[in-house]
């Protein structure tokens, strides 16, 4: 079965540890996305990269940091840096958009919901 | 700069009566339309999305959304709610930069009650 995965489901971490996140996709798609939802906001983009070896901040990326090294996969590290982590993180891949060709719908992975104490 | 509002946080229906899901948008161009489904502690499902074609698209399980320029909305509809339609919908614009980037609205809550 073609899908995203994310692990773990569930993760616990001390205030200020770093923490990474695993996101993987074997849709052949080249892009890929990282978000946080809170209750009540949505979601919020925090990375997203087009091609492997390429990624860019999206809205709010401070205290966070990704890797594109394979296609398949796009971790995400939550650094002591970031105010507040605890939220549930859901990571995303979707075909790239062609100028002019619109939108390609993005694939949700399962997320992981994230708690620091 | 583009936006989504969806006009009720929280919707509660009877099983068997219609559902109704609000969304105004906000762009500067034709933007593509999405409407996402996500059950407790789950991902994200996509419904139905719009991309400049036929004007009422249809989705899964039963719903529909209708484009209205005129009126910047893209409305979710199904004419019977039923048990399993209980979870938190999103409506999603296209940016307007920025790759394949999405904006989601903050969610409308469905509620169906036996």
């Known amino acids: 079965d073609g899908g995203i995965t994310q692990s773990p489901k569930y993760l616990f971490r001390k205030e200020g540890q770093n923490v990474t996140l695993s996101c993987e996709q074997n849709l052949n798609h080249d892009a890929m996305y990282w978000y946080r939802q809170d209750p009540g906001q949505g979601l919020r983009l925090i990375y997203y990269s087009q091609i492997v070896n390429d990624f860019q901040k999206g809205d709010i990326a401070e205290g966070y940091s990704v890797s594109r090294e394979k296609k398949e996969s796009f971790p995400l590290t939550v650094t002591s840096a970031q105010k507040n982590p605890t939220a549930f993180y859901l990571c995303a891949s979707s075909r790239s958009s062609v100028p002019g060709q619109g939108f390609y719908e993005q694939y949700f992975g399962p997320g992981t919901r994230l708690t620091v104490t | 700069a583009q936006s989504v509002t969806q006009l009720d946080s929280h919707v509660s229906v009877s099983e068997g009566t219609p559902v109704l899901l609000r969304c105004n948008y906000s762009?500067?161009?034709?933007?593509?339309l999405f409407w996402y489904v996500q059950h407790p502690n789950k991902g994200l499902q996509l419904l139905l999305k719009?991309?400049?074609?036929?004007?009422l698209v249809k989705g899964i399980n039963g719903f529909e959304a209708e484009f209205k320029k005129s009126e910047t909305s893209f409305h979710l509809t199904k004419p019977s709610a039923h048990m399993s339609d209980a979870a938190e919908y999103f409506c999603?614009?296209?940016?307007?930069?920025?790759?394949?980037?999405?904006?989601f609205g903050t969610g409308t809550r469905l509620t169906v009650i036996p």
């Open positions: 762009s500067s161009y034709s933007p593509s």
């Open positions: 999603v614009v296209s940016r307007e930069t920025g790759a394949n980037n999405l904006f």
């Open positions: 719009y991309t400049s074609a036929a004007t």
